[in-house]
C-alpha cells in the first residue's frame, strides 16, 4: 500500500509557466499572474498519444490528475441496423410519389425495429474515468476489455498515482 509519505510531493506543485511561482496542479489559475493552469498528468499525457495513434475517434476530457473518455463504435450488425433504417426513411419518402414504395418502407422499418428489440443499438458507447488520485485509479470503466491499452499505462507504477485518500468532491469533467 502507498503511504503519502512514498509520494513525489513534488508531483503537487508546479511552476506556473508564465510567472515560475509554485502552484499546486489543481489550481484552476495562477494566484500571481492568472494564467490557466494546462498541467496534466505525464501518465495522462502518454495516455492522449496513444488516443491519437489509435484509428477510432475518442472524445476525451483531462485535466490535472483527471480524465473522462468516451468512445461510440458501431459493429456489423449495429451498422446493418441503422442502414436498414436510412433505407426505410428514404423509401418512406419516395412512397409519397410511388405508393408501392411505403409497403417496402415499413417492411424495412420492422426489420430494424426487430433487431432493436433484439439487443441491436445504433452504437456501443464505451466510457472511462480515471482519477490517478484515488486507489485503483479508474473511478468507472463499461469494458475492462476495451480499454486495455489504455489501462496498460495507467495502472504501471502504482506509486506515482497520488495519495491513496480520496480528494475533495469535484464536479464531474461532463455530465
Not at 6 to 25: H, K
Request: proline share 7%; aromatic share 6%.
Amino acid at each position: 500500500m502507498t503511504t503519502v509519505a512514498d509520494v513525489d510531493v513534488t508531483i503537487f506543485l508546479i511552476p506556473c509557466p508564465a510567472c515560475n511561482r509554485e502552484i499546486s496542479v489543481d489550481a484552476e489559475t495562477c494566484p500571481q499572474c492568472g494564467r490557466d493552469n494546462t498541467w496534466v498528468h505525464p501518465k495522462l499525457t502518454r495516455v492522449v498519444a496513444l488516443l491519437n495513434s489509435l484509428d477510432r475517434e475518442t472524445r476525451y476530457e483531462v485535466k490535472g490528475h483527471r480524465m473522462a473518455l468516451v468512445v461510440q463504435v458501431q459493429n456489423t450488425r449495429q451498422s446493418f441496423g441503422t442502414m436498414l433504417m436510412m433505407i426505410a426513411m428514404v423509401l418512406l419518402f419516395l412512397g409519397v410519389f410511388v405508393p408501392p414504395l411505403i409497403g417496402l418502407a415499413f417492411l424495412c422499418l420492422l426489420a430494424a425495429m426487430v433487431l432493436t428489440v433484439g439487443g441491436l443499438s445504433a452504437s456501443t458507447r464505451y466510457d472511462l474515468s480515471i482519477d490517478l488520485r484515488v486507489p485503483g485509479c479508474v473511478v468507472g470503466t463499461c469494458d475492462r476489455h476495451f480499454w486495455r491499452d489504455v489501462l496498460a499505462i495507467i495502472e504501471t507504477n502504482p506509486a506515482l498515482t497520488g495519495p491513496t485518500t480520496k480528494p475533495p468532491e469535484e464536479p464531474p469533467l461532463w455530465a
